[in-house]
T-cell receptor
Framework: NAGVTQTPKFRILKIGQSMTLQCAQD?????MYWYRQDPGMGLKLIYY???????DKGEVPNGYNVSRSTTEDFPLRLELAAPSQTSVYFC?????????FGEGSRLTVL | AQSVTQPDIHITVSEGASLELRCNYS??????LFWYVQSPGQGLQLLLK??????LVQGIKGFEAEFKRSQSSFNLRKPSVHWSDAAEYFC???????????FGKGTTLSVSS
């Protein structure tokens, strides 16, 4: 089973560039999430979605956008990348309260 | 607002010794509680979860956790630690099925031989 798949696994961006982190799940889960993880800070919620066509902001949404056109896909868009967005990004889906995580995307902004 | 506190940033335990990782939460009702483990460079793996019922829950890899409502705690325990248990451990709380989890800042476990 693929579960939650994130691409790319690693990426280096220059300040001001834009990119999209892809996330796909094959478990038919309605709920999906994007978190960022910074050393010593745990995971912070960026955006979440309760189903196709419905998204909402989490704790740290500034500088990011999301869309949810299908149940399977939940891409995260970074516009005008800044060094503060250097982080590890995790996508997750949930079922009955339990989160299933992808392996993460490590992004460096220089 | 919900919050999760893991008081210990880093713990070192000898191989074969017992382990307890602390987790305290702030939430008005009965929360959904989780422990996740993360090995270096990897995603998060669920160790165990508590939704309701028996307050002592068993998880994978020999871990268990006890929900204590009076202390707002959900501490993780293992009777005998193995070198492969070295990782970062996260406690998380959720309001109900489907809501986003709030994570603690994590506890890094080192295992000495």
């Amino acid at each position: 089973n693929a579960g939650v798949t994130q691409t790319p696994k690693f990426r280096i961006l220059k300040i001001g560039q834009s990119m999209t982190l892809q996330c796909a799940q094959d478990m038919n889960h309605n709920y999906m999430y994007w978190y960022r993880q910074d050393p010593g800070m745990g995971l912070k919620l960026i955006y979440y979605s309760v189903g196709a066509g419905i998204t909402d902001k989490g704790e740290v949404p500034n500088g990011y956008n999301v869309s949810r056109s299908t149940t399977e896909d939940f891409p995260l868009r970074l516009e005008l990348a800044a060094p503060s967005q250097t982080s590890v990004y995790f996508c997750a889906s949930s079922y009955h309260g339990e989160l299933f995580f992808g392996e993460g995307s490590r992004l460096t902004v220089l | 607002a919900q919050s999760v506190t893991q008081p210990d940033i880093h713990i070192t335990v000898s191989e074969g010794a017992s382990l307890e990782l602390r987790c305290n939460y702030s939430y008005g009702a009965t929360p959904y509680l989780f422990w996740y483990v993360q090995s270096p460079g990897q995603g998060l793996q669920l160790l165990l979860k508590y939704f309701s019922g028996d307050t002592l829950v068993q998880g994978i890899k020999g871990f268990e956790a006890e929900f204590k409502r009076s202390q707002s705690s959900f501490n993780l325990r293992k009777p005998s630690v193995h070198w492969s248990d070295a990782a970062e451990y996260f406690c998380a709380v959720g309001e109900q099925a489907g809501t986003a989890l709030i994570f603690g800042k994590g506890t890094t476990l080192s295992v000495s031989s």
